[in-house]
Structure formats: structure tokens, C-alpha cells
């Protein structure tokens, strides 16, 4: 692939992957580490916490040189992930907000809205029509009702584009750079965007559906 022409031509000063198609490079001899000064981990915990895609990084991690700095990022990284982290690392530096410090931001309300089932959407609809904000997140439980929500909005005029895992890669891509682009005004989606998502304009975060999960 053109890719693969680059890497072995031209290589790169930074390669950015998914550890499975990292390693599979590596195997073929597509992509060289020997040079490698800096291995970097982003979303350390979530890696970790799976035994294929750690042994993965391992096999990636034996390919560098010796002599190279490892970070780890993540937003939370429980106590056993935080073991496993330190096993690729020489006397780490270990920067976190502890468990008692609460992090808050200047002007962040938070609120929630006792309704029926029923009238779920009705009541965002009130709300969204009477808040003030720039561009907005709703969340929802599952796909179907990503694309549900998003149509509704749109034929209210709201520029609403919906982003979820039924979509392809190109896709929810394209339709998230209108959203970065402040074409679309409001982006529905579901725990897909939970994490990683860096956009200054946001000023209103729904959850339609209360979270199974909490990140």
C-alpha cells in the first residue's frame, strides 16, 4: 500500500497506529524501530486491559532499542493497569491527580431532569430551544437512536449530525470534521466520542441516556 512505500522510502519522524497494524508492519519488516527514541502509549488503561492487545505491545516494545523514553497517558489508570505500565519503564515519573483532589473548571453547571420516559425527547427539544451555547454533545445509548435523534433536531432546523460504531471509518471522520469545522451545531453519538474528543466550543454536554459506564 502507498503507506507502506512511505514508511519503507521515506521514512517518517513520527508513525501514530493501533498496535495490531503497528505489529503487523513490524512482521513484514514494513516498518523499522531501530531508531526509535520515543514509545508512547495514549489510553494506556483501556490497552492494557486487554491480555491480546498488551502481549501485542510487548512484542512491538522488544523491537525498539533499549535506550528510549516510554510515556503512558490516560485520563484514568487503576492500580493494576498502573503495574503493568511500569513494567516497560526504568524509575518512572508518575504525574496524576490523586483520588482526593477534585478537579473542577471555572463556570462548569451541572444539572439533571426528572422526566418520563415518554417525553425525553419533548423535554430536550424545551431545553435546547431555550439554552444559549455554541455547539453541543448529546449522548444516547445506542446507534439507532443516534440517527433517530439527529433527524429529529435537523428537521428543526438545529444542525445536528449523528457519529456511531454502524458507521465506516471515512465516515464518521468526515462527518466529525464538519463538526470540528462548526458546520454542524450539535453532534449526537454515543460512548464512541466518551474520551479523546478536544473541541473548545462545546459549552453544553447532554446525557439523553443515563451512562452504564462511568469514565
Known amino acids: 500500500s502507498r503507506d507502506e512505500t512511505i514508511l519503507l522510502e521515506n521514512a517518517p519522524d513520527i508513525v501514530i497506529g493501533t498496535p495490531g497494524r503497528l505489529f503487523e508492519l513490524v512482521k513484514t519488516r514494513k516498518l523499522n524501530l531501530h531508531q526509535i527514541k520515543h514509545f508512547i502509549i495514549d489510553e494506556c488503561d483501556e490497552i492494557f486491559n ?16 533499549q535506550e528510549k523514553q ?9 492500580g ?37 420516559h ?12 431555550y439554552w444559549k451555547f455554541d455547539q453541543a454533545l448529546i449522548f444516547v445509548a445506542n446507534s439507532k437512536k443516534c440517527d433517530v435523534l439527529a433527524h429529529v433536531l435537523n428537521k428543526l432546523d438545529y444542525y445536528t449530525v449523528s457519529i456511531h460504531k ?5 465516515e464518521r471522520m468526515d462527518r466529525y470534521k464538519g463538526f470540528i469545522d462548526a458546520k454542524k451545531r450539535i453532534l449526537v453519538t454515543t460512548n464512541l466520542f466518551g474520551r479523546g474528543m478536544n473541541n473548545h466550543r462545546i459549552d453544553l454536554v ?9 469514565i
Open 166 to 170: 454502524g458507521m465506516s471509518q471515512t
Open 118 to 129: 415518554s417525553r425525553k425527547t419533548r423535554v430536550l427539544l424545551e431545553y435546547i430551544g
Open 80 to 116: 493494576e493497569a498502573r503495574l503493568v505500565c511500569k513494567k516497560f519503564m526504568n524509575e518512572p515519573f508518575d504525574f496524576c491527580m490523586e483520588d482526593d483532589v477534585k478537579l473542577s473548571l471555572r463556570g462548569l453547571g451541572q444539572y439533571y431532569i426528572s422526566t418520563e
Open 70 to 78: 516510554v510515556m503512558m497517558f490516560s485520563a484514568t489508570i487503576p
Open 206 to 214: 447532554i446525557n439523553y441516556d443515563i451512562p452504564q459506564t462511568v
Open 50 to 65: 486487554n491480555a491480546s492487545t498488551r502481549r501485542t505491545v510487548q512484542e512491538i516494545f522488544i523491537a525498539t532499542p
